[in-house]
């Protein structure tokens, strides 16, 4: 079973920067097909997927609402997915949580959130104005 926690939250200024880590064990050595994610959700607000990668080719996926702003990454060695967010506003508040699927065959399966099994406990951002 995969487990995975979450740290890096905090608080910062609009137009500030934030990394976001997450711990991911579990994962089976052998079998190199998993979506990994960050997701978010704001009070009110639906959850909205922010980013994903695939761990067979590093395939990244973003949301419209930070393409060119925050990068996902994946350190093998580590098990640590990172997620980085330059110039921060205060629509980026939320609670984030990382996330992982099952073994996947295919990288657009990243895209499907019924996907994502595996859950963190969150983390909260929050952007000052």
């Known amino acids: 079973q995969v487990q995975l926690m979450e740290s890096g939250g905090g608080s910062v200024q609009t137009g500030g920067s934030l990394r976001l880590s997450c711990a991911v064990r579990?994962?089976?050595?052998?079998?190199?097909?998993?979506?990994l994610g960050w997701f978010r959700q704001a009070p009110g607000k639906e959850r909205e997927g922010v980013a994903r990668?695939?761990?067979?080719?590093?395939?990244?996926y973003y949301g419209d609402s930070v393409k060119g702003r925050f990068t996902i990454s994946f350190d093998d060695d580590e098990n640590s997915l990172s997620l980085y967010m330059d110039n921060l506003n205060p629509d980026d508040t939320a609670i984030y949580y990382c996330?992982?699927?099952?073994?996947?065959?295919?990288?657009?399966?990243?895209?499907?959130?019924?996907?994502?099994?595996?859950w963190g406990q969150g983390t909260q951002v929050t952007v000052s104005s």
């Open positions: 996330a992982a699927s099952g073994t996947v065959m295919l990288s657009d399966s990243c895209l499907e959130d019924s996907r994502y099994t595996s």
């Open positions: 579990g994962l089976h050595p052998n079998r190199k097909r998993y979506c």
């Open positions: 990668f695939f761990t067979r080719n590093d395939n990244t």
